[in-house]
């Protein structure tokens, strides 16, 4: 009888995997710091937190085989939760290979640093396979502290302790609408799961309170993803935080966010939620991008970009489910390749103090460094949308699915969008190209650590963008399981592509 009960408990523990390697390493990273050599740490650390992420994407591959309930039904293990799983833990990974050189020469603690890494990506898995609404909160708040601190990492500038503190500040006013959102739901469906969320909410009458409830926690969602009107945080919070950890913030913590964006607006079917993503998209992708043509620093000019592309993913959100929640996972996909490589070699460039974060200083990149211009170049182009590159299908899949719910309105306005974005990112190519050297920005060569970073991001970039349909079919299934009553209709309206 012993040994009956005792699957149960170990399927529970293998459905939190990923969480607790994350967890073991992180703490782990913590208690060696003061036993290792300060000279040594730094790469020691950064390997043992390398090889942490790793076990978590090998532990997300492994859970994917025991799908389920864990812990009460409070977690679902499923293709979804292993597709934002892996996504996170390997941004996670990629992140730390980008730090190696960053740490050095900023001379930052390496154990405070990678371990925060390590156990803010535990509250971005969890959030991803969590179905309990006081469970996302307590994973959001896991990733959102230790996302605050890292910020502020760079503790000799004034201008990182600003960007720690007003994203702390303003980002603890949107976690309060999001709990205030969550306790509006439990009055109005009398539960906190999504399940028996969902069972009342498709009922003929719909509580007026949900409501509310619905569009307080997208308030708080939206910022957190940095989706206009609640992105007046981001380009100072990225122009003074390290440069690698704004490659982090832009893209794993946004793609959990999403996921649980994902699971609130359609697995438990939040009424009322056509006007907000419409109007929440238009001005991200509008407010982003217009701010973005007037910006000369490289770091305040992605971050108005990452505005504008949270606007094109939120698209997905505002049409039919079985197509919008497979084109949404497959942009989070290809905007974190495109993303966190951009920063990587942004990162790199910098160098000591960040003293090289100005279009100005990329000014003849490509005849002084031409392997970091051109692959920062294919970046670029991934984030503009040209094919051969994942970004182009990123935005084929949302825009394809907007027509297909005929949001023809919104569809013009993305495309007029991604029209005026061309413009600010060809100008950074333009100036990489076409513009005299400035003698007094230094050539560094690129280290093994960040030349692993940018190979893995450019192979997934250029993957999505000449053999996206493994992805996309993948995301298909995944999105039959956020949404089974709709498994029957989905072959008939999903995206159809060659392997």
Known sequence: MSSVEAIPQTADYVRILPELVLSLFGIVVMMLEPLI?????????GTLSLIGSVAAILASLYQAAYPGFAFWNMVKVSNFSVFFHVLVTTVAAIV????????????IRAGEYYSLILLGTVGMCLMSSAVELVLIFIA?????????????????????????LKYFLLGSFATAFFLYGIA?????????????ISQVL??????????????????????????????????????????????????????????VLLRILFEANAPGRMWLIWVSAALSMCLGNIAALVQTNIKRLLAYSSIAHAGYLLIAFATAPEVGISAAMF????????????????SHFANAGERYVTLDDYAGLGRRSPTLASTLTIF?????????????????????????????GLTIIAIINSAIAAYYYLRIIVVMYMREEREEVPIMHIPLALGAALVISLAATIYLGILPGRLLGYAQRAATEVLPSQGASTSGTAFALPK
Do not use: C
């Not at 308030?219 to 390290?242: Q, S």
């Open 184 to 196: 509006i739901i439990f009055g109005a469906s009398g539960s906190t799961n999504f399940d028996k």
């Open 96 to 107: 730390i290979l980008t730090s190696y050189e960053y740490m050095s020469v900023e001379r």
């Open 140 to 164: 959001l708040e896991i990733s959102s502290i230790s996302t605050y601190i890292l910020v502020g990492f760079r503790r000799g500038e004034a201008a990182s302790s600003e960007s720690s």
């Open 331 to 346: 942009y989070a996909a290809a905007y974190a390749a495109m993303n966190v490589g951009a920063f990587a070699v942004v």
């Open 202 to 259: 498709s009922s003929e009458h719909v509580p007026a309170l949900a409501y509310v409830g619905i569009a307080l926690m997208f308030i708080g969602l939206a910022f957190k993803v940095a989706a206009a009107p609640f992105h007046i945080w981001t380009p100072d919070v990225y122009e003074g935080a390290p440069a690698p950890i704004v490659g982090f913030m832009s893209t794993a913590p946004k793609a959990a966010v999403f996921a």
């Open 37 to 45: 050599d300060e000279r040594r740490n730094q790469q020691a650390l």
């Open 380 to 408: 670029l182009l991934s984030l503009i949308g040209i094919p051969v590159t994942g970004g182009f299908f990123a935005k084929f899949y949302v825009f394809s699915a907007a027509l297909r719910a005929n949001l023809v």
